[in-house]
């Protein structure tokens, strides 16, 4: 399928406000500090800037960000960049112990994602976690966006993944900010922006030990 087109690398700036204002209380990086092994290598798949990668990294814990736009990488950040696509991972089978995409890649209300998860279950550890974190729609930021943006749940429950949501928002510093992006989502001008907006985020799990890791918060379900 090759690399999306992705704005952050022609629009840093743009980047800078998309990440620091979604889910700026950090519940979707707590979630995945908890769900992720302690230590070993995590392989973080469409990285961006490495914004989550540098959070979840510790002294135990390395995370090696894969990002097909040489644009959005940033060298001086202490992390072990590596070029590629989801559907051509670089690595041989089983050199991870656990992998994780972040509003990346995996589209999959339009995109055939089947050949980057094939990837991602190769190059994992049996055992391992596989973490997909996707939009869920149905909330304020909705609003604001073009298309529907929101995850196919049921190609997830096919795919074997558990599902839980997690409800933050989108917070902006100011409202140059949020009328710089929010007028970017709408591809239209949003002359009075609001600075919070509702957010629901989906986070699809598999693979997780459960004997080793514990259950997620809550039984995970699926909507009917």
Do not use: C
């Amino acid at each position: 399928m090759g690399v999306i087109y992705f704005y952050g690398a022609d629009r840093p700036d743009l980047f800078r406000i998309e990440r620091e204002a979604m889910d700026r209380a950090g519940k979707v990086i707590a979630r995945l500090d908890a769900l992720l092994p302690e230590s070993g290598t995590i392989l973080d798949v469409g990285a961006g800037d490495g914004f989550t990668a540098e959070r979840l990294r510790t002294t135990a814990r390395e995370v090696i960000p894969l990002e097909p736009s040489q644009g959005m990488l940033r060298p001086a950040k202490l992390l072990w960049w590596v070029g590629g696509e989801a559907e051509h991972l670089p690595f041989h089978d089983g050199t991870f112990d656990a992998a994780y995409s972040t509003w990346a890649y995996f589209f999959s209300r339009y995109l055939d994602v089947r050949p980057g998860l094939d990837e991602l279950r190769r190059v994992v550890k049996p055992g391992g976690i596989l973490i997909i974190v996707e939009n869920l729609g149905q909330d304020q930021l909705s609003d604001y966006t073009q298309g529907d943006t929101s995850a196919d749940l049921n190609f997830w429950k096919k795919q074997g993944f558990e599902f839980e949501e997690i409800q933050t928002n989108f917070e902006f510093e100011n409202a140059d900010d949020a009328r710089a992006l929010l007028s970017l989502y709408r591809g239209t001008d949003v002359s009075e922006p609001p600075l919070t907006l509702s957010y629901r985020v989906g986070l699809f799990r598999q693979g997780l030990v459960e004997s080793a890791l514990g259950p997620p918060a809550g039984s995970p379900s699926w909507p009917t």
